[in-house]
């Protein structure tokens, strides 16, 4: 149960019930798989907009990233960094945003602009995930590293929402042109693929619905022989 109280004093609130059930748990394994369970199951995506300071201190991001750093990784390739946009240079990613607007729409309006320019400067801690397709590796093609970097997002996420922080996972057109790759001084094989935003949650949202188990899983049945 140790185990249990020191994890638990990092969930948020809204997990706490679930948390209290997962303590009534008698062994350490039940005890721990009710806190994974109730851990996976309480989170949910915070648009950036809506994300507050304070975000997560470098100390809380440390953690987040050693946890994404524990997703399987095919022949320990790490196959994917991440970037810290600081809060000095939102500016510049808003300067980097308009250009790629600019250039995809020659006819984009004030109003589009500003949006695009908006993006750069919501949510306290502003991240862009990188996926690593080099060095070349016949074992490990780029769908497997893309998994690797699917899999540390996650624990990531899930780090900062036992943490008590929102995050969530924004794409764009912007950041698969060659402008944003210059921009970002990415390496060949290198690609941008999305943003991390983290921040205070400003209240806990209704919950998303959720596919259940028998959508996503069946029994093999082979061919007919
Ligand atoms: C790589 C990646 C990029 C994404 N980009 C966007 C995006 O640009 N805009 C958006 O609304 N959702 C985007 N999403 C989806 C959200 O991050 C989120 O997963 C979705 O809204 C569902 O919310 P949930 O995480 O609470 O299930 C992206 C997801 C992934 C995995």
Redesign the pocket.
């Given at each position: 149960m140790r185990r249990h109280h020191a994890a638990a004093a990092l969930i948020r609130p809204a997990a706490e019930s679930a948390m209290a059930a997962a303590d009534d748990a008698t062994d350490d394994g039940a005890d721990l798989a009710g806190l994974v369970l109730a851990l996976i199951g309480s989170r949910?995506?915070v648009m950036p907009k809506r994300l507050l300071a304070p975000g997560p201190d470098d100390a809380q991001l440390r953690q987040m990233v050693d946890a994404a750093a524990c997703a399987p990784d095919h022949r320990g390739l790490r196959p994917w960094r991440l970037v810290r946009i600081a809060d000095g240079q939102r500016a510049a990613l808003a300067d980097l945003f308009e250009a790629c607007t600019r250039e995809r729409d020659p006819a984009a309006t004030p109003d589009d602009i500003a949006r695009s320019r908006e993006k750069a400067l919501r949510a306290p801690v502003l991240l862009l995930a990188v996926l690593r397709g080099e060095p070349p590796d016949d074992d490990v093609p780029l769908v497997e590293r893309a998994i690797t970097l699917?899999a540390a997002l996650m624990n990531l996420l899930l780090a900062a929402h036992g943490m008590g922080h929102g995050a969530?996972?924004?794409?764009?057109r912007a950041v698969r042109t060659p402008r944003f790759a210059q921009a970002f001084a990415l390496a060949p094989g290198e690609q941008a693929?999305?943003f991390v935003s983290i921040g205070r949650a400003p209240a806990v949202a209704p919950r998303?619905a959720r596919g259940a188990a028998a959508d996503f899983l069946a029994d093999w049945v082979p061919p007919a022989a």
């Open positions: 949910q995506s699917g969530m996972l924004t794409s764009g693929v999305c998303r």
